[in-house]
């Protein structure tokens, strides 16, 4: 079975929160689901949704800001942001990266081990 990768490059902590330098702004932040039709054909990529925040909290819109080269992967992330909830007047808008890989990590990632902070 090979492995299977969503990440986003921001801190979603266990409880689906979205944190920004020591202060919660999401509080729900579902992750992208990799579409099965682009993980059974090894589609990988990288890009950046960028979502507009109303005052309340939730997207007003979301729209392609760099494209994975794949909209079967663009859909899927956006898809997901537009769920997003943030704490209300938090942010008025926000870049979310994403990377989509079949492989697991990309190169260059590390995780952070919490209990050595």
């Not at 944190?19 to 099965?36: D, F, L």
């Not at 537009?82 to 007047?89: C, E, I, K, L, S």
């Not at 260059?108 to 209990?115: A, T």
Request: with cysteine.
């Amino acid at each position: 079975m090979r492995a299977l990768c969503v990440i986003l490059i921001c801190v979603i902590t266990d409880s689906g929160l979205l944190a920004q330098k020591g202060r919660t702004i999401g509080v729900y932040c579902p992750r992208p689901e990799y579409p099965e039709e682009a993980r059974a054909r090894g589609i990988e990529g990288s890009g950046v949704i960028l979502v507009y925040v109303r005052a309340d909290g939730s997207v007003a819109s979301a729209r392609v800001l760099q494209s994975s080269g794949h909209a079967i992967l663009d859909r899927a992330a956006k898809a997901a942001f537009v769920q997003w909830r943030f704490v209300p007047g938090s942010v008025q808008n926000a870049k979310l990266p994403f990377t989509y890989t079949v492989h697991g990590i990309p190169p260059g990632w590390k995780f952070v081990d919490e209990k050595k902070r």
